[in-house]
């Protein structure tokens, strides 16, 4: 479908209320299907810098995806936004995740000071997971009308550039009822994640493995 801002914009207006509208029961249930289906993916397996959203209402819940990261001896990314921009900062553990004062979203969010280490400053993201209002069969992805993640995925691709290093898989985490079967409105800049996890599986292409040789192939 073409995209326009209009088209977007309406397609907003008429999921909101719908993904508000969801018992929490179900949504609490669903994201604890997408967690295991995460957790199993290879792209985490390997990953040591993973980049997470951290969830508001109508998204699936990552609260336990920020303790397995934790649990699991690696380093954890969260958003911190301006109002042009968004960065990922290092969370020390999990005492400081959930010290987070909450933004006027209610999303847990970490303030401008103290300075934290940016995901770029600690050798860049492998894995990132993004939260989307809505997706396709195609992959494409509705956001929130901000377009922060498409701007820190064009920074992903230029420091991967700069670097030499190799892009980091995109896992969008999707409620069964965030998933259309229309096709949505978009154009050229808007960015594609590899992979679509929602409740019953997942859906998507192949990607890389995170910071391995070439020689050792794709994973699905």
């Known amino acids: 479908m073409a995209a326009t ?8 207006q008429r999921l909101r209320p719908l993904l508000a509208a969801l018992p929490a029961a179900t949504v609490e249930t669903q ?5 295991q289906t995460v957790l199993g993916l290879e792209q985490y397996r390997r990953a040591t810098n993973v980049c997470i959203y951290l969830h508001m209402g109508g998204e699936v819940m990552t609260h336990r995806l920020v303790e397995a990261v934790f649990r699991d001896g690696k380093s954890c990314f969260v958003p911190r936004c301006t109002r042009a921009d968004m960065t990922m900062v290092q ?10 004062p909450r933004n006027k979203w209610g999303i847990p969010e970490p303030p401008m000071t103290p300075v934290r280490t940016n995901v770029f400053e600690a050798g860049g993201p ?14 494409n992805r509705l956001g929130h009308g901000k377009g922060y993640y ?24 999707a409620l069964t009822q965030q998933i259309l079967d229309e ?18 599986g997942a859906y998507g292409k192949p990607i890389a493995c ?5 020689s050792e192939g794709l994973q699905s």
Not at 5 to 12: G, H, I, N, T, V
Not at 31 to 35: A, E, G, Q, R
Not at 91 to 100: F, I, P, Q, T, V
């Open 5 to 12: 801002p209009a088209a977007k914009a309406q397609l907003r």
């Open 126 to 139: 492998d894995l990132i997971l993004l939260p989307g209002l809505a997706f396709d069969r195609q992959r």
């Open 183 to 200: 096709d949505l409105p978009h154009d050229a800049l808007d960015e594609l994640p590899d992979l679509v996890v929602h409740p019953e």
């Open 91 to 100: 969370l020390d553990d999990l005492a400081d995740y959930r010290s987070l």
């Open 31 to 35: 994201s604890s299907l997408v967690t």
């Open 150 to 173: 498409d701007k820190f995925i064009k920074h992903c691709r230029q420091y991967t550039s700069d670097t030499g290093t190799t892009m980091p898989a995109l896992v969008a985490l």
């Open 210 to 214: 995170v910071k391995q040789p070439e």
